[in-house]
């Protein structure tokens, strides 16, 4: 069984930055894809951005520019930096790992962006 374990969160101001890290008991090289989503209260869970086996990064819109995803194999962490934070960031984050047809999720992190 593959675990995801987020940590990083936090309470910022506006304009600030902060760094997830998602850490995995599995090896991350059998890890097709591993992606964040987020979920603000009262909206749905949306996806933010994902880094590929291949190291191929893509992103949500809203957040292209700001964030950068980038993963570590040899730490089996995948992370999330965060710059530039805006109230609109506010939501609990996931990672999310894709072996084969399968998916992994965290418990998720809370990040608050005090305007």
């Known amino acids: 069984q593959v675990q995801l374990v987020e940590s990083g969160g936090g309470l910022v101001q506006a304009g600030g930055s902060l760094r997830l890290a998602c850490t995995t008991t599995t090896d991350m090289t059998s890890i097709n894809v591993m992606a964040w989503h987020r979920q603000a209260p009262g909206k749905p869970r949306e996806w933010v951005a994902e880094?590929?086996?291949?190291?191929?990064?893509i992103y949500k819109a809203a957040v292209k520019g700001r964030f950068t995803v980038s993963r570590d194999n040899a730490k089996n962490t995948f992370y999330l930096q965060m710059i530039n934070l805006k109230p609109e960031d506010t939501a609990v984050y996931y990672c999310?790992?894709?072996?084969?047809?399968?998916?992994?999720w965290g418990q998720g992190t809370q990040v608050t962006v005090s305007s």
């Open positions: 999310n790992a894709h072996i084969g047809k399968s998916r992994y």
């Open positions: 880094v590929s086996d291949s190291n191929t990064a």
